[in-house]
């Protein structure tokens, strides 16, 4: 069964360094989204993009964050400047239909800022 | 934009019983409502969602019912079983394509 999957699993970084994780969306799947999840809360959205474009972005993505698809498999989320309340689980998603279609997620990218 | 209450932030049941988690939202055009099941560790899954169409949907000890009229939608597990213990989360579309989800609800199953 197609997956999306994500490198890497963990990372520790010093405060203000940048971070990249990387996802590999379902190969069929068009939309594409960043969530994170600090240790214990809920699962905030980050940003979706479609068509090689942000499309929506919360908040939460401020000019620290930036997203990327440098190739026709992966999607990737910077983090320009880590801070020490970035730590968290960094969980990619796709879908193949945007308004009611499954969110299929990744297994997360745990990141700590030291 | 669009806001999700959820509750209730933890639940605790025998093994066998029933447990309901109740889902609040605020945009009356929302038209598609999903939860997300999340085990200790793991990504969260699409366990059931249900369509503003239809006011219940089962599958087998699952079911999701909602009230477009009051703004509701609810999650009932029957007959719980030590596996159903997880995190819960109530989600829909905000105003783009992104889901947003609920605070969860962590629930216990006791044997």
């Known amino acids: 069964e197609p997956e999306v999957t994500q490198t890497p699993s963990h990372q520790v970084t010093q405060m203000g360094q940048e971070v990249i994780l990387r996802c590999v969306p379902i190969?069929?799947?068009?939309?594409f989204y960043w969530y994170r999840q600090i240790l214990g809360q809920k699962v905030e959205f980050l940003v979706s993009?479609?068509?090689?474009?942000?499309?929506?972005k919360s908040e939460i993505f401020d000019d620290q964050f930036s997203v990327e698809r440098p190739d026709g498999s992966n999607f990737t989320l910077k983090i320009r400047s880590t801070k020490l309340e970035d730590s968290a689980m960094y969980f990619c998603?796709?879908?193949?239909?945007?308004?009611?279609?499954?969110?299929?997620f990744g297994e997360g990218s745990r990141l700590t800022v030291l | 934009g669009e806001n999700v209450e959820q509750h209730p932030s933890t639940l605790s049941v025998q093994e066998g019983d029933s447990a309901v988690i109740k889902c609040t939202y605020s945009d009356s055009a929302s038209n598609y409502f999903p939860w997300y099941k999340q085990e200790l560790g793991k990504r969260p899954q699409l366990i059931i969602d249900?369509?503003?169409?239809?006011g219940e949907k089962k599958d087998q000890r699952i079911a999701v019912t909602l009230n477009k009229t009051a703004k509701h939608f609810s999650l009932h597990i029957t007959e719980t079983q030590p596996e159903d213990s997880a995190v819960y989360f109530c989600?829909?579309?905000?105003?783009?394509?992104?889901?947003?989800f609920g605070k969860g609800t962590t629930l216990s199953v006791s044997s």
């Open positions: 249900i369509r503003s169409n239809v």
């Open positions: 993009f479609y068509n090689n474009e942000i499309s929506e």
């Open positions: 190969s069929n799947h068009l939309y």
């Open positions: 989600s829909l579309p905000q105003a783009g394509t992104a889901l947003i």
């Open positions: 998603a796709s879908t193949g239909d945007r308004n009611t279609g499954e969110l299929f």
